[in-house]
T-cell receptor, first 109, second 113 residues
Framework: QKEVEQNSGPLSVPEGAIASLNCTYS??????FFWYRQYSGKSPELIMF????GDKEDGRFTAQLNKASQYVSLLIRDSQPSDSATYLC?????????FGAGTILRVKS | DVKVTQSSRYLVKRTGEKVFLECVQD?????MFWYRQDPGLGLRLIYF???????EKGDIPEGYSVSREKKERFSLILESASTNQTSMYLC????????????FGDGTRLSIL
């Protein structure tokens, strides 16, 4: 059974701080990882994906992948109240994605 | 941009009814998926399809069936709705190529009374 684990939170950070969201996965063979953001009552929207070890940056977002330790993280710099949402980590398994349960992020102004 | 459209945002049905949830995508994606999402349980895969008339069970297929008669359309059917099927239902589609993300519709919040 492929598993993706996330701390459910909530993770509370002040406005302007760096929010760090973490995810671990059980299948050492997992190759690709996706971060989705989901606002309350809305559907998940893709923020970033990462396939290679190391960091990938896109604006205020940085995804970090460490395959040896089997974790992937998402850093949000200069956090804004509009970043308050649930963040879902997912990894590919065949043609499917396996999702974590998500971490609730609250950015306080 | 990928567009995945679910037929209803909110739906209220009665116990025992047969319920149809429709999903259409406009990106010619081979793969389509149906999930349900419940508080504390995350996204759970009900069924998926990787081609027309093809379907595979996900993690929680009991009480559901699906239909994929055309590439762009994937229907979820609740054969005899029960109150424990009250949930948010999400449809998604993706390309079959490796490392491709899934794109989600807006979701259908289904209440079974």
């Amino acid at each position: 059974q492929k598993e993706v684990e996330q701390n459910s939170g909530p993770l509370s950070v002040p406005e302007g701080a760096i929010a760090s969201l973490n995810c671990t996965y059980s299948d050492r063979g997992s190759q690709s990882f996706f971060w989705y953001r989901q606002y309350s009552g809305k559907s998940p929207e893709l923020i970033m994906f990462i396939y290679s070890n190391g960091d990938k940056e896109d604006g205020r977002f940085t995804a970090q992948l460490n395959k040896a330790s089997q974790y992937v993280s998402l850093l949000i710099r200069d956090s804004q109240p509009s970043d308050s949402a649930t963040y879902l980590c997912a990894t590919e398994y065949g043609n499917k994605l396996v999702f974590g349960a998500g971490t609730i992020l609250r950015v306080k102004s | 941009d990928v567009k995945v459209t679910q037929s209803s945002r909110y739906l209220v049905k009665r116990t025992g009814e047969k319920v149809f949830l429709e999903c259409v995508q406009d990106m010619d994606h081979e793969n389509m998926f149906w999930y349900r999402q419940d508080p504390g349980l995350g996204l759970r895969l009900i069924y998926f399809s990787y081609d027309v008339k093809m379907k595979e069970k996900g993690d929680i297929p009991e009480g559901y069936s699906v239909s994929r008669e055309k590439k762009e359309r994937f229907s979820l059917i609740l054969e005899s709705a029960s109150t424990n099927q009250t949930s948010m239902y999400l449809c998604a589609s993706s390309s079959p190529d490796s490392n491709q993300p899934q794109h989600f519709g807006d979701g259908t919040r289904l209440s079974i009374l």
